[in-house]
Nanobody, 121 residues
Framework: QVQLVESGGGLVQTGGSLRLSCVAS????????MRWYSQAPGKQREVVAHISSAGNTNYADSVKGRFTISRDNAKNTVYLQMNSLKPEDTGVYYCYADVTSLPGQWASEYWGEGTLVTVSS
């Protein structure tokens, strides 16, 4: 029904930057909240950044001041600009979207397949 396609992951040195993108497609009436999660090997998946339909944002304490989440509603896209990267930022980053497919229907949650971010020391 809805697919999320991510891009932008890769290998970067400590202090470098990456920009992740996630494009939603399919049966979409409205995209509500969007989020980025990260998961290191053997660790629990955690919220990195959140953005509401109105553009209000929240960040994990560990990334405040370094990461910025944004969205382009016309493109059904959410971005994560990651600056001043640290080795502890390494992990698989997942895109999440809460989507209403039809007017008056309850929203459903969708996930991307993840993109690997590796920060070398």
């Amino acid at each position: 029904q809805v697919q999320l396609v991510e891009s932008g992951g890769g290998l970067v040195q400590t202090g470098g930057s990456l920009r992740l993108s996630c494009v939603a497609s399919g049966r979409i009436f409205r995209i509500n909240a969007m989020r980025w999660y990260s998961q290191a090997p053997g660790k629990q998946r955690e919220v990195v950044a959140h953005i509401s339909s109105a553009g209000n944002t929240n960040y994990a304490d560990s990334v405040k001041g370094r990461f910025t989440i944004s969205r382009d509603n016309a493109k059904n896209t959410v971005y994560l600009q990651m600056n001043s990267l640290k080795p502890e930022d390494t992990g698989v980053y997942y895109c999440y979207a809460d989507v209403t497919s039809l007017p008056g229907q309850w929203a459903s949650e969708y996930w991307g397949e993840g993109t690997l971010v590796t920060v070398s020391s």
